[in-house]
């Protein structure tokens, strides 16, 4: 990884790009200090540490500590990811979202221009929910309309500019701009984890201990780097052959070639941790609304669903919450991959254009073997899912410890970033001595 950066700082286009990041990302960080105008900076914190737990955590984790503080970013690229999942499911429920999808870059523009407006909106809505849900309880001290409009208009705007700058980060710098803001939110979370795992293992310990623990952890911590670099790095290639390719305007008839399918393992990324913890903490979320009694059966299975109980010794009931949060996490894999991914029209594709997979006959023959693939694959990708989720609410759960923002999901973000715009990276260097060899006369044409 160094030695990739050290060379594209060499090359002043690819340099001024990853300058243009850092600006960017400085910006966003900026922002997240910047308080929301007449709101209580310290509500939301002590509302959930006293009552919901650590319902909040991950989305804490993602807006990069700003939703705790309330600051203008609170929302920040969440109304976005919400919004493109929301119309990517859409785009299989709707035929015309599914034309315009197949309809090349226009279509993509059309679409990316559809999540935009349903970004604003959806911020627009969380934040008016939050205002009136809160507003009069403590979040706005002097509880106005003209203070909750200025409120509102204050976090709805602070999404949609996060919304944009991911956008020039796409356009003018490298990598895919939301998922480099999504990454600096979480990785700026590191000195306080860090932190926590040194007053609660290192701090008051012996020197022995001290290097026992350090040791631990450092090989706890590599160890799953490692294990989320081959879950992410994960694929099936399965050979395509064409048993005849065009090539100068001449038919090479009879001429097979290889161009492999590729099923990524974990094929659905974190979209099915983040709709499980979803599920299951919105019934916490809800309840904050009202005075719920936990003592009482109702209450009780709240705390059932809430993960800071999981895996607690003295409370063992409560982690059957946990069954459930797994049982979730494999229906979810399998329901998204199977909307993202269509054996059937891959199948049609592959034989309108004459390809076949060897041994296998067109049609539905093929379709029948790439979805027993697929769901070989995506009980792996799941597994690979729910081991790196369970460590740290395992961890946490043992030893008391707060749930860490770069363990579990958010270091599946991390490193899936990480190593997609490092690849980013390496394509514009390729392209770029490419560039350089055709302006030297290397190349002929003929």
């Known amino acids: 990884m160094i030695k990739t950066l050290k060379k594209a700082f060499q090359i002043q286009e690819i340099r001024n790009r990853i300058l243009f990041v850092f600006f960017i990302l400085v910006v966003v960080r900026i922002g997240c200090e910047i308080p929301v105008p007449g709101v209580n900076t310290d509500y939301i914190a002590s509302l959930l540490q006293g009552q919901a737990g650590d319902a909040f955590n991950f989305f804490d984790a993602i807006t990069g500590g700003s939703f705790m503080s309330m600051s203008i970013f609170a929302l920040n690229i969440s109304p976005y990811i919400t919004s493109s999942i929301v119309v990517q499911l859409l ?46 309880n403590g979040l706005l001290p002097v509880y106005t309309w003209y203070t909750a409009v200025v409120a509102v208009a204050a976090m709805t705007a602070g999404s949609a500019m ?67 670099v081959l879950l992410q790095d994960g694929e099936r290639r399965i050979p395509v052959q064409n048993s005849a390719k065009m090539s100068n305007r001449i ?59 999981w895996c607690r010794p003295d409370a063992p009931i409560y982690s059957i919450g946990l069954v459930v949060y797994c049982a979730l996490i494999i229906v979810f894999a399998y329901f998204y991959t199977s909307i993202t991914f269509n054996p059937i029209e891959i199948a049609d594709t592959m034989k309108r254009q004459g390809s076949f997979i060897p041994g296998i006959r067109p049609g539905k023959p093929t379709s029948d073997y790439l979805q027993k693939i697929l769901n070989y694959i995506i009980f792996i990708g799941a597994v690979g899912l729910l081991i790196v989720a369970l460590i740290p609410i395992v961890f946490s759960g043992l030893f008391s410890v707060s749930r860490l923002s770069f363990m579990g999901t958010s270091l599946i973000i991390i490193v899936g970033v990480i190593l997609e715009t490092l690849k980013q990276i390496e394509t514009m260097m390729q392209q770029r001595s490419y560039k350089d060899v055709r302006s030297e006369g290397l190349f002929i044409n003929y």
């Open 251 to 309: 038919m090479a008839a009879g001429r097979s070639y290889n161009k492999p399918l590729v099923l990524k393992v974990n094929t659905a990324g974190v979209i099915p941790v983040i709709f499980a913890s979803s599920l299951m903490t919105t019934p916490a979320v809800i309840a904050q609304f009202f005075d719920v009694d936990y003592t009482s059966v109702g209450g009780q299975i709240l705390m059932g669903l809430s993960s800071s109980n």
């Open 91 to 136: 785009t299989i429920a709707i035929p015309k979202l599914e034309e315009l999808q197949k309809d090349g870059e226009d279509g993509r523009k059309k679409i990316a221009k559809l999540t935009r407006y349903l970004t604003v909106v959806l911020a627009l809505i969380e934040a008016s929910a939050m205002v009136i849900g809160f507003g009069g």
């Open 162 to 228: 996060l919304m944009w700058m991911g956008e020039q980060i796409t356009e003018k710098g490298v990598g895919n701009g939301i998922s480099v803001i999504l990454l600096i939110n979480i990785v700026s979370g590191l000195p306080d984890d860090f932190m926590t795992l040194y007053e609660r293992f290192i701090a008051d310990a012996d020197v022995a201990v001290k290097v026992i623990a350090i040791v631990i952890i450092a090989v706890i911590l590599f160890a799953m780097i490692v294990f989320v």
